[in-house]
């Protein structure tokens, strides 16, 4: 049976559980559960926001049913919380256990991957259909807090050598600010990737060790999400980017999507 | 009958199958299933059915199925129309 694990000694097994299975535990969540058996703690997951991570079952019971119990738990409890979909981001050695519980494998590199329950994804693009355009598209993302002068020289530059251009801003502040500043730009498409932008503050790292370069794997996660379930939906062919030679950019062009460097031009040169 | 809020039961236990029933336009259906290669269509007509008979519309039932029977994927259904408000 299923409970929640709120004093300190039901945490403390749930720490010794999560470590034995070679996992860190790491805090940070809406629900942390469990399931006893013979007074000891068998089976523990948790749940922050639509992330479900920490699940550890112990190694005498792995094959049975207690990682569903968990899993449906977690998922339920997530759907009560308003979460039409919920990730798991974890070892690529257990993606097979959650795609038998129905999850979708979204995004797998060699050290992580993401599997998604429900149909959050084609729900999103299906919501966004109307930004499809056919032709040769490219892609830009947009970081920052504020939209500039110099994005806009930018994004002028790179629309001009393609079909339609999608915009991405990482900051929901900067997105309604680039959304005013390209409205007269009739090919610029801008899109808001919402929880299929994997950032720092949604990548648990549970299941890495700390001498992991967790940056990089995080970043490298995020581009292969980006160039395998969106770019493709948006025939975006392109992928224009100031640093052409960072992780993000190989693991895009390891997609089949040409990198393009691109600078912004001077002012007065948009033309 | 109107579905009138989420509502979900069931768990993903083998030979168990979990149901979310929410309001939306139309009636849309969507079935995971780990034998949906074989069986999508008989779920899918099963569901229909119970739908048919308590007069479902303006809903999204998403279904993750683990190989369930008959009996289990109307029990599971029925009891998530009846918490999203679509039965009395």
Known sequence: MIADLIAPADIDAARTLIEACGLAFQPGYDDLVGVHEQGSLVAVGA?????????????????????????????????????????????????????????????????????????GLKHWLAAHSDGQHPGRNGALMIDGLTFSASHRRLIESAAGRV????????????RQQ?????????????????????????????FLKVSDPVEKIRTELD????????????????????????????????????????????????? | ??????????????????????????????????VKKQFEHLIRARLEQVLAKHGA????ISVNDRGALDYAIEARLETALRRAGGLS
């Open chain 1, 47 to 119: 749940r922050a926001g639509r992330v479900l991570k920490m699940l550890a079952i112990a190694p005498a019971q792995r094959g049975g049913p207690l990682l569903g119990e968990i899993v449906s738990a977690l998922v339920a409890r997530g759907i009560e919380a308003g979460f039409d979909a919920l990730f798991v981001f974890t070892k690529p050695a257990y993606a097979a256990a959650f795609e038998a519980l129905n999850f979708t494998l979204l995004a797998a590199r060699e050290q992580a991957v993401l599997l998604e329950f429900g149909n």
């Open chain 1, 163 to 174: 079909d339609h251009l999608y915009l991405f801003a990482t900051a929901e502040d900067c």
């Open chain 2, 1 to 34: 009958m109107k579905i009138q809020r989420k509502g979900q039961a069931g768990t993903m236990q083998s030979s168990d199958l979990m149901v979310i029933v929410e309001p939306a336009d139309g009636l849309v259906i969507e079935i995971e299933s780990t």
């Open chain 1, 178 to 206: 680039m959304a005013d500043g390209v409205r007269d730009l009739i090919n610029v498409v801008v899109l808001d990737l919402a929880q299929y932008r994997i950032d720092t503050a949604s990548f648990p790292t549970y």
């Open chain 2, 57 to 60: 519309e303006g809903a999204r």
């Open chain 1, 223 to 271: 581009a292969t999400l980006f160039a395998t379930r969106i770019a493709p939906f948006f025939g975006i062919a392109r992928y224009f980017t100031g640093t052409a030679d960072d992780a993000a950019a190989r693991a895009i062009q390891a997609q089949g999507i040409a990198v393009c460097a691109i600078s912004t031009p001077p002012p007065g040169d948009s033309q």
